[in-house]
């Protein structure tokens, strides 16, 4: 297939790309710097986007099979002023708008758009309810954000019935990048232990397990709508801290209390304190198989 890919030198959409080509896809990634793109996998086809405007986009969307629209700032890269939510918030929702906006008007229309997305749809939920795909959305910003970032692109699948998978992606465990490195760091030093009270859920997913998800997805011809792409076996804050611990071989008792994180973090505190206690259902009745189902082996996978 010819796939385009948005966000492909981010942590997920790096090892997708490695993962694509060598399943022999033909993959380009839209980038706006597109000479340090290049650098990132041999084989790789890539194209100049400034993520904003339709300029070349025609040209390069036309008679692709796939777009996997991964595009998005960091949520954990910088505290949340205010205007650093504008930028979360529009990075997203500006590509998904203009990417919607060229394949309505192109001849030939990519027959898959897989949409990127995340578990915070759902909202804060600080209990043990189970949360499937059915479930409904939140409304704090994350949540809003989800939601918005989802609708971006719904006229594809509503207007033009191409199949759109979206993904609800949880906490994504990886040693390049993203949540696992911070989370492991103060265990190196003797000084790791849960977050706040510990009883937050911790909807997680090995990098590997992501990738497969979405190559899954992309290539099902059954698979529509949105899937929550995090592990059978979620596990709370303070269990994660454990096994952590226990396989670094480092104590695991020294919390970081929630006034504390909320003080130096502010409003981004809740992507560690708060969870949701996600379940992968729809992923799991289509047959999905997860390679790492349990933290303590995807975590020994990562470490050892």
Sequence with gaps: MRIIVTGGTGLIGKVLCRALLADGHLVTVLSR?????????????????????????????NGADAVVNLAGAGIADAPWTEKRKHVIRESRI?????????????????KIFIQASAVGYYGVHNDDELITETTPAGSDFLAKVCFDWEMSTSMLSKKLGIRRPILRTGIVLSNDGGAFPKITLPFKFFAGGPLGNGKQWMPWIHIEDEVRAIQFLLENEKADGPFNLCAPNPVTNKEFSEIVGATMRRPAFLPAPAFALKTVLGKMSTILLDGQRAVPAKLEALGFSFKHPTAREAIAALLL
């Excluded at 710097?33 to 070349?56: F, I």
């Excluded at 500006?94 to 990519?110: C, N, T």
């Design 33 to 61: 710097n597109p000479d340090q793109a290049r650098g990132l996998l041999r084989g790789l086809r890539v194209e100049k986007w400034d993520a904003q405007s339709t300029t070349g986009l025609p040209a390069i969307i």
């Design 94 to 110: 500006r590509v998904g708008l203009v990417l919607d906006e060229v394949i309505q008007e192109v001849a030939q229309k990519p």
